[in-house]
Structures are given as structure tokens and as C-alpha cells.
């Protein structure tokens, strides 16, 4: 006889669960995972607006001109834009208790920026899936053996050494928070609410990239942000 229990718990298996569960089995290829990656990316997006980022990297490049004065204008200005934000995210959720997410979608559906991100993510899945059918890379077994084959990296200055692995698929910043403070980020929240204060970073042109391991590596290989680290494949 079955357990009623378990038989409970897969039928109430969040869709979020069921993802991260596949997502590591050996059977996807990497097209697959990339492509559902790619999905998630595309409204992943970080919790913070392109002002805030930019108020917050005007205060830091003030900060490094000990401009104290444009700075502390700088962080009032950063208040203000906070408190606007706040009220605003109060009033979606607030909107997001009366009515199901999938009316609130519907009624975006004409909006030309919806249908950008919308249309943009559907070309992108289109092409990457034409790509993964006309040029399928390897079998599952190498599938599996690149699974369990992780790239490590060693990132160090000043005498000191930390590691940080190639993870994938997503996984939380927090889990690798040792090399991502070495580096000099900061997090915020406890427990399972840990999360990266800023999720950006600035590369030597002035380009704001994405904190993800992908984007860190490939920034410290290339030499185009964290001056004075240095990085080598373990």
C-alpha cells in the first residue's frame, strides 16, 4: 500500500521544486538547461531599478574621491528614491491581492514593453532551440561526466586564496558567500532570505554586469574588474 504521505507531497510539489529536482539530473543535455536558464533569466531580474544602481555606483566612485560632500547628497537622493520604490512595491502588492497574477499578466499583454521582453525571450528560445537540434553536442553520458566535473576557480590577493566553483545551474550567491565577500560584496538578510546587497558589479569601461559566478570568472580572466585579484582554473 502506498504511502498517502508521499503520494501527497509529489502531488503537491511546487512547479519551482519540480524544476530545480529535473534541472540536475543527468538525462538533460546542456542545451536543454541552458535554454531553461535563459527562461528564468529573463525575469530574474535584480529587485533594484537602473536608478538606484546608478545612485549607488555615483556614491561609491564619490566615496573613492573622498568627495564627501557630493556623496552624502548623493545618499539623500538614494533615500528618497528608496522610499518612492518602497510605496510603489506596497501598492503592487497590494494590486497582486486582488486579483491572480495571470489577469495582471493578461492585462500587459498589449503593452509594447510586455511584449518586448515576451517576444524577445520567445526569439531567443527559438533560436537556441534550433541551434541545440541542428548541433547536438555529445551524448548523456557526457552530459552526466560534465555534471559531476564542476570548474573550481582560486581567486587571490594580498596573500589570501578562495575558491569559487562554476556552478551550475543557478544556485544562491550566499552558497559561495566566502569568495563573493572576498571579492567585495556584501550581503543582506538571514537564513534562506540571504541575498546579495547589490547584484551588479562594475567592469573597468563602466558597464554594469550581472554578480553571477559566469560574469565574475570571466571579468577576473579578461582583467576587466577586481583589480589586484588574480584567478587560475584548479
Known sequence: MPDSNTAESVVTLSSKAEYENSINLSQHVPQAKTISEMVLDA????????????LRA??????????DDQAYELMGQLKQLKDAEAADIAA??????????????SSFKDDPAFQELV???ALKVLNQTHQAISNPSGSKGKAARAKKEVEVFSISKDGLTVTLPLRTPRSKPSVDRQAYEF???????????????????????????PATRKAIITALQQQ???????????
Open 43 to 54: 525575469f530574474h531580474t535584480s529587485k533594484e531599478s537602473d536608478q538606484i544602481r546608478d
Open 58 to 67: 555615483a556614491i561609491r566612485q564619490a566615496h573613492d574621491r573622498f568627495d
Open 92 to 105: 503592487l502588492e497590494d494590486l497582486s491581492s486582488k486579483f491572480p497574477i495571470s489577469r495582471i499578466l
Open 119 to 121: 517576444y524577445g525571450l
Open 183 to 209: 571579492l567585495g560584496f556584501t550581503f543582506v538578510g538571514e537564513g534562506d532570505e540571504l541575498e546579495l546587497e547589490n547584484e551588479t558589479f562594475l567592469d573597468t569601461s563602466g558597464t554594469e554586469q
Open 224 to 234: 576587466t574588474a577586481f583589480a589586484g585579484y588574480s584567478i587560475a582554473a584548479q
